[in-house]
């Protein structure tokens, strides 16, 4: 009798042994692996040339080059992810990458459309802490589907889009340089390292 009831424990055991195996496959197989690390390192590069740019130039001017730098920015972001989803054989339809883009995305086009109208009533100084602050909350929602890193990243941009919000206006530039410049560098290099450039 002692036989008859050990079988079903053991059956149970590896029943469940194998659901937690499928469940693990099931997530990294929804996890977005893509994300890029030398092309993040680069996308920092260009925003510290931005931020370098503004401190010589007319006051006027930041918002163009920032502007013009969040344009090369997505477009060297976008080529890395292709690059790099081509190079691992991910494929960009996957239930990760959407996963990471539907959370990516809605803070990103909430930022432009904030953005214009921030300019339109006059709250220019305040366009820094909300660019970070959104693209923060991107990455954080995002970065839920992908490496454990990205979420992080997303909470340093936060940070800094916080204090950007609450800091003199004469330090925006240099809080965006920070946070679109060294945070992605630093988290560029750290990706590339452990997960495949």
């Known amino acids: 009798m002692l036989k008859g009831m050990s079988a079903p424990i053991e059956l149970h ?3 469940t042994s194998n659901l937690r ?3 693990e496959t099931m997530e990294r197989a929804s996890t977005f692996t893509a994300v890029p690390g030398w092309g993040g390192a680069l996308m920092g590069l260009a925003a510290l040339a931005a931020c370098l ?3 010589v130039v007319e006051p006027r001017l930041w918002l163009p080059i920032w ?3 969040g344009v090369l920015s997505f477009s060297i972001g976008t080529l890395a992810i292709v690059e790099k989803s ?3 054989k991910t494929p960009l339809d996957s239930p990760g990458a959407r996963r990471f883009l539907l959370g990516f995305a809605p803070p990103l086009v909430a930022g432009a459309v904030l953005t214009a109208a921030f300019v339109r009533f006059g709250l220019e100084r305040f366009i820094p802490g909300l660019l970070l602050l959104l693209y923060g909350t991107g990455v ?3 970065g839920t589907f ?4 990205v979420p992080l990243m997303g909470i340093c941009f ?3 889009g916080a204090l950007a919000l609450f800091a003199p206006a004469a330090y925006g530039n240099l809080l965006m340089g920070a946070g679109f410049g060294l945070v992605h560098i630093v988290f560029g290099v750290v990706i590339a390292r452990r997960h495949g450039g």
């Open 53 to 55: 740019l503004c401190q």
């Open 158 to 160: 936060q940070v800094l």
């Open 86 to 88: 081509r190079r691992r």
């Open 146 to 149: 992908s490496v454990r890193v």
């Open 21 to 23: 195996f499928i469940r």
């Open 13 to 15: 055991a590896h029943a």
């Open 140 to 142: 954080v929602t995002g």
């Open 67 to 69: 502007l013009g730098c």
